[in-house]
């Protein structure tokens, strides 16, 4: 059987075959980053070229414990998909970043930074992470404020209103700062500027169990909350600050360029003319 219709919906040659008025077929790749296949150069070192064939979207699955298909490799390496994704994103300005499944076991605060990388588009990553600063501030001053209600109910649900915001700053925060330290770091220098970096993270982590300790053991609660906030405001001013010294480059998340789009075709009748030749 031969499907035939009007010579005017035909498509030629390198053209768009249209499914829907106004749109065209969006083509992603699934990339294989499990199996003897995951190799840089097929992970991302052809992914600028996927973006110039035009495929619109790259995707990766997600998994606990990989099991090859039987039309896969018996290898069992598998590249995490979300440190793929990020490769990738680094390297194209157009194509869509997907992931295929996200297994629970993931926590919130890593799936929910990819949401806020794509709000970032077209921002300054200093202006995120002052933004996460703000989040911060205000999250201590909710915990402030829970202290002064008079039920334990009201006191419960600010707390968890106020863990749930904080989330929220420490999602601003994660995919900016780092990124900033890997722009402005020379290439024979990175690894120390990461090092530096994520020792400086972690005094707050050793320090704080102390200090808390220590001023609500003495009926402190309420200064250090105060102190708390007071010092996410100030850290977010001097986020600020920085910006100005950084370079455009390192600091400003670039745009996704516009899609051109091709001038609709005038509507025509798609039915299609079903004719039988050499007895298909």
Same mark, same amino acid.
């Given at each position: 059987?031969?499907?035939?219709?009007?010579?005017?919906?035909?498509?030629?040659?390198?053209?768009?075959?249209?499914?829907?008025?106004?749109?065209?077929?969006?083509?992603?790749?699934?990339?294989?980053?499990?199996?003897?296949?995951?190799?840089?150069?097929?992970?991302?070192?052809?992914?600028?070229r996927?973006?110039?064939?035009?495929?619109?979207?790259v995707?990766?699955?997600?998994?606990?414990?990989?099991?090859?298909?039987?039309?896969?490799?018996?290898?069992?390496?598998?590249?995490?998909?979300?440190?793929?994704?990020?490769?990738?994103?680094?390297?194209?300005?157009r194509?869509?970043?997907?992931?295929?499944?996200?297994?629970?076991?993931?926590?919130?605060?890593?799936?929910?930074?990819?949401?806020?990388?794509?709000?970032?588009?077209?921002?300054?990553?200093?202006?995120?992470a002052?933004?996460?600063?703000?989040?911060?501030?205000?999250?201590?001053?909710?915990?402030?404020?829970?202290?002064?209600?008079?039920?334990?109910?009201?006191?419960?649900?600010?707390?968890?209103?106020a863990?749930?915001?904080?989330?929220?700053?420490?999602?601003?925060l994660?995919?900016?700062?780092?990124?900033?330290?890997?722009?402005?770091?020379?290439?024979?220098?990175?690894?120390?500027?990461?090092?530096?970096?994520?020792?400086s993270?972690?005094?707050?982590?050793?320090?704080?169990? +102390?200090? =808390? !300790?220590? $001023? @609500?053991?003495h009926?402190?609660? *309420? /200064?250090?909350? #105060?102190? %708390?906030?007071? &010092?996410?405001? +100030?850290? =977010? !001013?001097? $986020? @600020?600050?920085?910006?100005?010294? *950084? /370079?455009?480059? #390192?600091? %400003?998340?670039? &745009?996704?360029?516009?899609?051109?789009?091709?001038?609709?075709?005038?509507?025509?009748?798609?039915?299609?003319?079903?004719?039988?030749?050499?007895?298909?």
């Amino acid at each position: 059987m031969t499907m035939t219709s009007d010579a005017a919906t035909r498509p030629t040659r390198g053209e768009t075959l249209d499914l829907t008025p106004g749109r065209g077929t969006l083509v992603g790749v699934l990339l294989p980053h499990f199996g003897a296949e995951s190799t840089w150069e097929r992970l991302v070192g052809f992914a600028p070229r996927l973006e110039q064939l035009g495929y619109r979207s790259v995707w990766v699955r997600d998994q606990i414990n990989y099991h090859p298909h039987g039309f896969e490799s018996r290898s069992s390496r598998f590249v995490d998909p979300f440190m793929t994704l990020s490769a990738v994103g680094m390297l194209t300005r157009r194509v869509i970043l997907g992931t295929a499944t996200v297994v629970t076991f993931r926590h919130p605060l890593v799936v929910s930074q990819l949401f806020v990388l794509r709000l970032m588009r077209g921002h300054t990553r200093t202006g995120a992470a002052a933004l996460g600063g703000l989040v911060l501030a205000i999250t201590w001053g909710l915990i402030l404020a829970a202290a002064f209600l008079p039920s334990r109910l009201e006191r419960a649900a600010v707390m968890v209103l106020a863990l749930g915001i904080m989330g929220l700053g420490a999602a601003l925060l994660s995919p900016t700062l780092v990124a900033i330290v890997n722009d402005i770091a020379p290439n024979n220098l990175r690894g120390r500027y990461n090092a530096v970096y994520h020792i400086s993270a972690q005094v707050a982590p050793l320090l704080a169990p +102390a200090v =808390a !300790g220590w $001023t @609500l053991g003495h009926g402190l609660g *309420v /200064p250090l909350m #105060a102190a %708390l906030s007071g &010092a996410s405001l +100030a850290a =977010a !001013g001097s $986020t @600020l600050w920085f910006g100005r010294i *950084v /370079p455009r480059s #390192a600091n %400003l998340v670039p &745009a996704p360029e516009p899609q051109r789009q091709r001038p609709a075709k005038p509507p025509t009748d798609s039915t299609p003319t079903v004719s039988f030749a050499g007895g298909e």
